[in-house]
Protein backbone atom coordinates (compact mmCIF):
# COMPACT_ATOMS: atom_id res chain seq x y z
CA UNK A 1 0.00 0.00 0.00
CA UNK A 2 2.68 2.48 0.55
CA UNK A 3 4.68 1.44 -2.53
CA UNK A 4 1.29 2.19 -4.12
CA UNK A 5 1.08 5.53 -2.55
CA UNK A 6 4.26 6.54 -3.57
CA UNK A 7 3.79 5.88 -7.17
CA UNK A 8 1.00 7.47 -7.47
CA UNK A 9 3.03 10.78 -5.90
CA UNK A 10 5.72 10.56 -8.59
CA UNK A 11 3.16 10.30 -11.25
CA UNK A 12 0.93 13.10 -9.94
CA UNK A 13 4.26 15.34 -9.53
CA UNK A 14 5.09 14.14 -12.80
CA UNK A 15 1.30 15.50 -14.51
CA UNK A 16 1.56 18.66 -13.19
CA UNK A 17 5.02 19.41 -13.74
CA UNK A 18 3.64 18.16 -17.89
CA UNK A 19 0.52 20.47 -17.12
CA UNK A 20 2.55 23.44 -16.06
CA UNK A 21 5.17 23.81 -18.94
CA UNK A 22 2.33 22.95 -21.12
CA UNK A 23 1.32 26.36 -21.21
CA UNK A 24 5.02 27.65 -22.09
CA UNK A 25 5.02 25.28 -24.72
CA UNK A 26 1.80 26.49 -26.05
CA UNK A 27 2.91 29.93 -25.80
CA UNK A 28 5.88 29.50 -27.62
CA UNK A 29 3.68 27.56 -30.29
CA UNK A 30 1.56 30.70 -30.68
CA UNK A 31 4.30 33.00 -31.08
CA UNK A 32 6.27 30.38 -33.83
CA UNK A 33 3.21 30.25 -35.55
CA UNK A 34 2.72 33.89 -36.07
CA UNK A 35 6.28 34.38 -37.16
CA UNK A 36 5.84 31.48 -39.58
CA UNK A 37 2.82 32.64 -40.97
CA UNK A 38 1.11 29.58 -39.50
CA UNK A 39 -1.30 32.08 -37.73
CA UNK A 40 -2.68 35.23 -38.44
CA UNK A 41 -0.49 37.59 -37.10
CA UNK A 42 -1.85 39.46 -33.45
CA UNK A 43 0.56 41.14 -30.93
CA UNK A 44 -2.60 40.99 -28.15
CA UNK A 45 -2.45 37.04 -28.30
CA UNK A 46 1.13 37.00 -28.13
CA UNK A 47 1.08 38.98 -25.05
CA UNK A 48 -1.72 37.02 -23.97
CA UNK A 49 0.30 33.69 -24.32
CA UNK A 50 3.06 34.82 -22.48
CA UNK A 51 1.31 36.61 -19.35
CA UNK A 52 -1.38 33.42 -19.49
CA UNK A 53 1.85 31.14 -19.72
CA UNK A 54 3.14 33.17 -15.98
CA UNK A 55 -0.30 32.28 -15.09
CA UNK A 56 -0.64 29.19 -15.80
CA UNK A 57 -3.76 28.91 -17.59
CA UNK A 58 -5.65 31.24 -15.15
CA UNK A 59 -5.79 34.00 -16.99
CA UNK A 60 -8.98 35.87 -17.72
CA UNK A 61 -8.85 37.01 -21.30
CA UNK A 62 -12.66 37.57 -21.38
CA UNK A 63 -12.50 40.35 -19.21
CA UNK A 64 -9.08 41.58 -20.40
CA UNK A 65 -10.46 41.26 -24.05
CA UNK A 66 -13.86 43.48 -22.78
CA UNK A 67 -11.05 46.02 -20.92
CA UNK A 68 -9.84 46.56 -24.35
CA UNK A 69 -12.76 46.55 -26.16
CA UNK A 70 -13.94 49.32 -23.57
CA UNK A 71 -10.88 51.68 -24.37
CA UNK A 72 -11.55 51.06 -28.42
CA UNK A 73 -14.96 52.02 -27.84
CA UNK A 74 -13.47 55.05 -26.29
CA UNK A 75 -10.96 56.20 -28.77
CA UNK A 76 -13.59 55.39 -31.89
CA UNK A 77 -15.89 58.23 -29.55
CA UNK A 78 -13.16 60.15 -30.27
CA UNK A 79 -12.96 59.89 -33.61
CA UNK A 80 -16.46 60.69 -33.90
CA UNK A 81 -16.39 63.89 -31.74
CA UNK A 82 -13.27 65.43 -32.65
CA UNK A 83 -11.05 66.40 -35.41
CA UNK A 84 -7.25 67.21 -35.94
CA UNK A 85 -5.94 70.01 -37.82
CA UNK A 86 -4.05 67.90 -39.88
CA UNK A 87 -4.60 67.60 -43.48
CA UNK A 88 -2.16 65.10 -44.98
CA UNK A 89 -3.25 61.93 -47.04
CA UNK A 90 -2.08 59.60 -44.06
CA UNK A 91 -5.15 62.17 -41.90
CA UNK A 92 -7.32 58.97 -40.86
CA UNK A 93 -4.40 57.12 -39.48
CA UNK A 94 -2.86 60.58 -37.68
CA UNK A 95 -6.41 60.85 -35.76
CA UNK A 96 -6.32 56.98 -34.75
CA UNK A 97 -2.90 57.84 -32.94
CA UNK A 98 -3.85 61.19 -31.31
CA UNK A 99 -7.19 58.98 -30.16
CA UNK A 100 -4.78 56.30 -28.07
CA UNK A 101 -2.80 59.33 -27.06
CA UNK A 102 -5.48 60.67 -25.57
CA UNK A 103 -7.16 57.71 -23.66
CA UNK A 104 -3.72 56.59 -22.16
CA UNK A 105 -1.95 60.09 -21.37
CA UNK A 106 -4.69 62.65 -20.67
CA UNK A 107 -7.15 63.46 -18.71
CA UNK A 108 -10.57 63.72 -20.80
CA UNK A 109 -13.96 65.23 -19.96
CA UNK A 110 -16.94 62.64 -20.51
CA UNK A 111 -20.33 63.68 -20.55
CA UNK A 112 -22.79 60.90 -19.00
CA UNK A 113 -26.31 62.22 -19.15
CA UNK A 114 -26.43 65.19 -17.34
CA UNK A 115 -22.91 65.08 -15.64
CA UNK A 116 -19.77 65.23 -16.60
CA UNK A 117 -17.01 63.30 -15.21
CA UNK A 118 -12.93 63.05 -15.89
CA UNK A 119 -11.35 60.23 -17.62
CA UNK A 120 -8.49 59.67 -15.42
CA UNK A 121 -5.55 58.05 -18.02
CA UNK A 122 -2.89 55.66 -17.11
CA UNK A 123 -0.20 56.66 -15.07
CA UNK A 124 3.42 55.68 -14.48
CA UNK A 125 4.41 53.42 -11.87
CA UNK A 126 7.66 53.46 -10.13
CA UNK A 127 7.11 50.98 -7.40
CA UNK A 128 8.98 47.66 -8.53
CA UNK A 129 9.67 49.41 -11.96
CA UNK A 130 11.56 46.38 -13.50
CA UNK A 131 9.33 43.40 -12.16
CA UNK A 132 12.03 42.18 -9.73
CA UNK A 133 9.73 41.48 -6.37
CA UNK A 134 6.98 40.35 -8.65
CA UNK A 135 7.35 39.67 -12.72
CA UNK A 136 3.98 40.43 -13.79
CA UNK A 137 4.27 44.18 -12.57
CA UNK A 138 5.58 43.96 -16.44
CA UNK A 139 2.44 42.94 -17.58
CA UNK A 140 -0.36 44.60 -19.49
CA UNK A 141 -2.97 42.66 -17.33
CA UNK A 142 -1.77 44.26 -14.78
CA UNK A 143 -1.58 47.91 -16.32
CA UNK A 144 -5.46 46.86 -17.30
CA UNK A 145 -6.71 46.36 -13.47
CA UNK A 146 -4.71 49.56 -11.95
CA UNK A 147 -4.69 52.13 -14.35
CA UNK A 148 -0.77 52.32 -13.29
CA UNK A 149 1.77 50.77 -15.48
CA UNK A 150 5.84 50.74 -16.83
CA UNK A 151 7.97 51.35 -19.91
CA UNK A 152 6.82 47.35 -20.74
CA UNK A 153 2.95 47.36 -20.69
CA UNK A 154 1.91 50.71 -21.55
CA UNK A 155 3.75 50.36 -24.68
CA UNK A 156 2.43 46.89 -24.96
CA UNK A 157 -1.23 48.17 -24.90
CA UNK A 158 -0.15 51.16 -27.27
CA UNK A 159 0.92 49.13 -29.92
CA UNK A 160 -2.64 46.52 -28.79
CA UNK A 161 -4.97 49.55 -29.28
CA UNK A 162 -3.14 50.63 -32.48
CA UNK A 163 -4.18 46.72 -34.11
CA UNK A 164 -7.38 47.32 -32.42
CA UNK A 165 -8.04 50.35 -34.76
CA UNK A 166 -6.77 48.93 -37.83
CA UNK A 167 -3.16 50.90 -37.96
CA UNK A 168 0.41 49.83 -37.19
CA UNK A 169 2.26 51.21 -34.54
CA UNK A 170 6.12 50.48 -34.03
CA UNK A 171 7.97 49.42 -30.44
CA UNK A 172 11.41 50.51 -30.39
CA UNK A 173 13.95 49.92 -27.69
CA UNK A 174 16.66 51.94 -25.32
CA UNK A 175 18.26 50.73 -22.79
CA UNK A 176 16.17 49.23 -20.13
CA UNK A 177 13.15 50.94 -21.82
CA UNK A 178 10.35 50.27 -24.60
CA UNK A 179 8.80 53.48 -26.62
CA UNK A 180 6.99 54.21 -29.67
CA UNK A 181 7.94 55.41 -33.06
CA UNK A 182 5.48 56.33 -35.90
CA UNK A 183 5.94 57.96 -39.24
CA UNK A 184 3.63 60.37 -40.89
CA UNK A 185 3.76 62.06 -44.29
CA UNK A 186 4.12 65.49 -42.48
CA UNK A 187 6.98 65.36 -40.41
CA UNK A 188 8.47 61.36 -41.16
CA UNK A 189 9.65 59.77 -37.96
CA UNK A 190 8.53 60.82 -34.33
CA UNK A 191 8.68 59.14 -30.64
CA UNK A 192 5.95 58.59 -28.45
CA UNK A 193 6.62 58.17 -24.59
CA UNK A 194 3.76 56.79 -22.82
CA UNK A 195 5.23 56.76 -19.25
CA UNK A 196 5.48 60.54 -19.44
CA UNK A 197 3.16 61.69 -22.20
CA UNK A 198 5.56 63.36 -24.09
CA UNK A 199 6.56 62.88 -28.03
CA UNK A 200 10.73 63.09 -27.37
CA UNK A 201 13.17 63.93 -29.64
CA UNK A 202 16.19 61.47 -30.29
CA UNK A 203 18.25 63.58 -28.25
CA UNK A 204 16.54 63.08 -25.21
CA UNK A 205 17.75 59.51 -26.10
CA UNK A 206 20.77 59.46 -26.94
CA UNK A 207 21.45 62.40 -24.12
CA UNK A 208 21.70 59.47 -21.53
CA UNK A 209 24.97 58.54 -22.46
CA UNK A 210 24.40 54.93 -22.69
CA UNK A 211 23.55 54.40 -26.42
CA UNK A 212 26.85 53.90 -28.61
CA UNK A 213 26.63 55.26 -32.03
CA UNK A 214 27.03 51.80 -32.93
CA UNK A 215 24.00 50.95 -31.10
CA UNK A 216 22.07 53.11 -33.44
CA UNK A 217 23.94 52.03 -36.49
CA UNK A 218 23.06 48.56 -36.17
CA UNK A 219 19.68 48.75 -34.94
CA UNK A 220 20.20 47.95 -30.84
CA UNK A 221 18.33 50.94 -29.98
CA UNK A 222 15.79 53.36 -31.48
CA UNK A 223 14.65 51.50 -34.25
CA UNK A 224 11.37 50.68 -35.39
CA UNK A 225 10.84 47.13 -34.81
CA UNK A 226 8.43 45.81 -37.77
CA UNK A 227 5.83 42.87 -35.79
CA UNK A 228 7.41 40.63 -36.20
CA UNK A 229 10.64 41.81 -34.66
CA UNK A 230 8.03 43.02 -31.73
CA UNK A 231 6.77 39.15 -31.51
CA UNK A 232 10.64 38.26 -31.40
CA UNK A 233 10.59 40.26 -28.19
CA UNK A 234 7.78 38.59 -26.66
CA UNK A 235 10.16 35.25 -26.89
CA UNK A 236 12.20 37.16 -24.67
CA UNK A 237 9.17 37.62 -22.43
CA UNK A 238 8.71 34.45 -22.38
CA UNK A 239 12.24 32.76 -21.74
CA UNK A 240 12.02 35.34 -18.25
CA UNK A 241 8.45 34.38 -16.92
CA UNK A 242 9.44 30.11 -17.55
CA UNK A 243 12.74 31.39 -15.28
CA UNK A 244 10.86 33.15 -12.55
CA UNK A 245 7.98 30.18 -12.80
CA UNK A 246 11.13 27.59 -12.59
CA UNK A 247 14.48 29.52 -11.16
CA UNK A 248 16.10 25.97 -10.79
CA UNK A 249 15.33 25.08 -14.88
CA UNK A 250 18.51 23.92 -17.10
CA UNK A 251 18.37 27.06 -19.52
CA UNK A 252 17.16 24.55 -22.51
CA UNK A 253 13.56 26.81 -23.00
CA UNK A 254 15.20 30.35 -22.55
CA UNK A 255 17.99 29.45 -25.42
CA UNK A 256 15.37 27.91 -27.24
CA UNK A 257 13.11 31.78 -27.28
CA UNK A 258 16.42 33.55 -27.62
CA UNK A 259 17.91 31.59 -30.79
CA UNK A 260 14.22 31.82 -32.13
CA UNK A 261 14.41 35.82 -31.59
CA UNK A 262 17.80 36.36 -32.71
CA UNK A 263 16.75 34.27 -35.80
CA UNK A 264 14.01 37.47 -36.34
CA UNK A 265 16.33 39.77 -35.52
CA UNK A 266 20.20 39.61 -34.78
CA UNK A 267 20.50 42.39 -33.13
CA UNK A 268 17.93 42.29 -30.82
CA UNK A 269 19.54 42.84 -27.42
CA UNK A 270 16.91 41.52 -24.97
CA UNK A 271 17.44 37.95 -27.38
CA UNK A 272 21.45 38.41 -27.23
CA UNK A 273 21.62 39.20 -23.63
CA UNK A 274 18.89 36.23 -22.42
CA UNK A 275 21.57 34.09 -24.69
CA UNK A 276 24.49 35.04 -23.01
CA UNK A 277 23.27 34.89 -19.87
CA UNK A 278 21.58 31.92 -19.61
CA UNK A 279 25.32 30.19 -21.10
CA UNK A 280 26.81 32.19 -17.74
CA UNK A 281 24.36 30.39 -15.15
CA UNK A 282 24.79 27.05 -17.25
CA UNK A 283 28.55 27.80 -16.74
CA UNK A 284 28.00 28.62 -12.92
CA UNK A 285 25.73 25.26 -12.44
CA UNK A 286 28.78 23.33 -13.70
CA UNK A 287 30.94 25.02 -11.04
CA UNK A 288 28.72 24.60 -8.62
CA UNK A 289 28.34 21.21 -9.24
CA UNK A 290 31.94 20.38 -9.32
CA UNK A 291 32.13 22.29 -5.79
CA UNK A 292 34.56 24.77 -6.37
CA UNK A 293 34.69 28.26 -7.35
CA UNK A 294 38.33 27.88 -9.23
CA UNK A 295 37.04 28.65 -12.90
CA UNK A 296 40.45 27.00 -13.97
CA UNK A 297 39.59 23.85 -12.27
CA UNK A 298 36.04 23.92 -14.18
CA UNK A 299 37.39 24.81 -17.15
CA UNK A 300 39.42 21.26 -17.14
CA UNK A 301 35.91 20.21 -17.68
CA UNK A 302 35.32 19.98 -21.74
CA UNK A 303 31.57 20.75 -21.68
CA UNK A 304 32.39 23.97 -19.22
CA UNK A 305 35.14 25.09 -21.54
CA UNK A 306 32.78 24.95 -24.63
CA UNK A 307 30.57 26.72 -22.58
CA UNK A 308 32.91 29.98 -21.24
CA UNK A 309 34.21 30.23 -24.84
CA UNK A 310 30.82 30.56 -26.13
CA UNK A 311 29.43 33.17 -23.32
CA UNK A 312 32.88 34.91 -23.66
CA UNK A 313 32.67 34.96 -27.41
CA UNK A 314 28.43 36.43 -27.40
CA UNK A 315 29.28 39.26 -24.43
CA UNK A 316 31.99 40.27 -26.69
CA UNK A 317 29.31 40.37 -29.60
CA UNK A 318 27.32 42.00 -27.98
CA UNK A 319 29.23 44.92 -26.42
CA UNK A 320 30.81 45.04 -30.43
CA UNK A 321 27.44 45.94 -31.62
CA UNK A 322 27.57 48.72 -29.47
CA UNK A 323 25.09 47.32 -26.53
CA UNK A 324 25.56 49.31 -23.05
CA UNK A 325 23.53 48.63 -19.79
CA UNK A 326 22.28 51.41 -17.87
CA UNK A 327 22.59 51.39 -14.15
CA UNK A 328 18.92 51.26 -12.64
CA UNK A 329 19.29 54.49 -10.61
CA UNK A 330 20.07 56.27 -14.11
CA UNK A 331 17.60 54.63 -15.66
CA UNK A 332 15.07 56.05 -13.25
CA UNK A 333 16.60 59.79 -13.39
CA UNK A 334 16.65 59.55 -16.90
CA UNK A 335 13.37 59.33 -17.07
CA UNK A 336 12.09 61.54 -14.72
CA UNK A 337 14.59 64.30 -17.07
CA UNK A 338 11.96 64.10 -19.88
CA UNK A 339 9.49 66.12 -17.26
CA UNK A 340 11.92 67.99 -15.41
CA UNK A 341 13.43 69.12 -18.81
CA UNK A 342 10.19 68.96 -21.69
CA UNK A 343 11.34 72.38 -23.26
CA UNK A 344 14.87 71.03 -23.93
CA UNK A 345 13.45 67.28 -25.28
CA UNK A 346 10.24 68.19 -26.88
CA UNK A 347 9.34 67.06 -30.41
CA UNK A 348 7.99 70.98 -31.07
CA UNK A 349 6.84 69.66 -34.59
CA UNK A 350 4.06 67.48 -33.36
CA UNK A 351 2.21 71.04 -31.92
CA UNK A 352 1.89 72.02 -34.90
Known amino acids: MHKIILISIFFIGIFSKAQENRFYSDAYQTIDNMLNDKQKYSFKEGVFAVENAYYQGKYDTVELNNKIKFLKHFCNLLLKNRKLTYTDKDEAKVNKYAAIYTVMCEATPVIMKNDTVKYKPFAYDFEDVFGHTELSNLFVSKLLD ?133 HTKQFQKLMKEQNTKDIQATLSNPKAKELFDTMNKEYTYIHKIGYRSMPEEMYLDWLVSLKTERSKYEDTRLSK
Open 146 to 278: TQKGNCNSMPYLYKILAEELGVDANLALAPNHVYIKHNIKSIGWYNTELTSGIFPIDAWLSASGFIHLDAIKNGVFMKALNNKESLALLLVDLANAYNRNYPGNDGSFALKCAERAIQIYSYLPNALLLQAET
